[in-house]
Nanobody
Framework: QVQLVESGGGLVQAGGSLRLSCAAS????????MGWFRQAPGKEREFVAA????????SYADSVKGRFTISRDNAKNTVLLQMNSLKPEDTAVYYC?????????????????WGQGTQVTVSS
């Protein structure tokens, strides 16, 4: 079993930055692919970024490429999402997720464990 707890959300002006953190626990989480998803009101949950178990491979949604950076520190049980140049359309609840398989995954149905989410609001 893996437990995930997100933090770091908040209110920021357009052009600003936030860093989201996902605290992971559980014996095997370090072997899992980790991802970030987001869901805006009235919209489906969408992929944001993912990182392989050793950090050697990453994937990003086109909408955040060049602005967001995903990283992980397995020794500190943490996955981070650095978000720069934020836009109002980035406003959403952001979720951390873990996938037990080794291959990169960008769809929510591939992920097995989810956090409770953290709200990010970007004002114009």
């Amino acid at each position: 079993q893996v437990q995930l707890v997100e933090s770091g959300g908040g209110l920021v002006q357009a052009g600003g930055s936030l860093r989201l953190s996902c605290a992971a626990s559980g014996r095997t989480w370090r072997n899992y692919l980790m991802g970030w998803f987001r869901q805006a009101p009235g919209k489906e949950r969408e992929f944001v970024a993912a990182i392989s178990w050793n950090g050697g491979s990453t994937s990003y949604a086109d909408s955040v490429k060049g602005r967001f950076t995903i990283s992980r520190d397995n020794a500190k049980n943490t996955v981070l999402l650095q978000m720069n140049s934020l836009k109002p359309e980035d406003t959403a609840v952001y979720y951390c997720a873990a996938d037990r398989t080794l291959s990169m995954a960008t769809t929510s149905d591939r992920y097995d464990y989810w956090g409770q989410g953290t709200q990010v609001t970007v004002s114009s």
